[in-house]
């Protein structure tokens, strides 16, 4: 059974940092992009950042270019989101989510892509 658990999310004033950890099981992490999309009620959820399997390549949502940067660890499972600079409109569930892909350097940054997904993790700015 597949599992995505994101932990590191919480409460920080506006100008702090955050890092956000997925732990993945039950899926070859080696074979699948990741990547983070957040979440606020009413909304739709939307991209924050992806990363291939070989994190030679990444995206970013334009609202989080240069303050943002997402890493990975295939040895661990584990994809990270470094926020810095956070924002009052960073706060949002936040998710990860993998996707299974044949390329090293294959990312995604469509949402309907991915096939699995964690339970999220709360990230609130404060001012």
């Known amino acids: 059974q597949v599992q995505l658990v994101e932990s590191g999310g919480g409460l920080v004033q506006a100008g702090g940092s955050l890092r956000l950890s997925c732990v993945a099981s039950?899926?070859?992490?080696?074979?699948?992009?990741m990547g983070w999309f957040r979440q606020i009620p009413g909304k739709e959820r939307e991209f924050v950042a992806a990363?291939?399997?070989?994190?030679?390549?990444?995206d970013y949502a334009d609202s989080v270019k240069d303050r943002f940067t997402i890493s990975r660890d295939n040895a661990w499972n584990t994809v990270y989101l470094h926020m810095n600079s956070l924002k009052l409109g960073d706060t949002a569930v936040y998710y990860c989510?993998?996707?299974?892909?044949?390329?090293?350097?294959?990312?995604?940054?469509?949402?309907?892509?991915?096939?699995?997904w964690g339970q999220g993790t709360q990230v609130t700015v404060s001012s």
């Open positions: 990363i291939s399997v070989n994190a030679g390549t990444t």
């Open positions: 039950g899926l070859t992490f080696s074979s699948h992009a």
């Open positions: 989510a993998a996707k299974a892909v044949n390329s090293y350097s294959y990312y995604d940054a469509l949402r309907s892509s991915y096939g699995y």
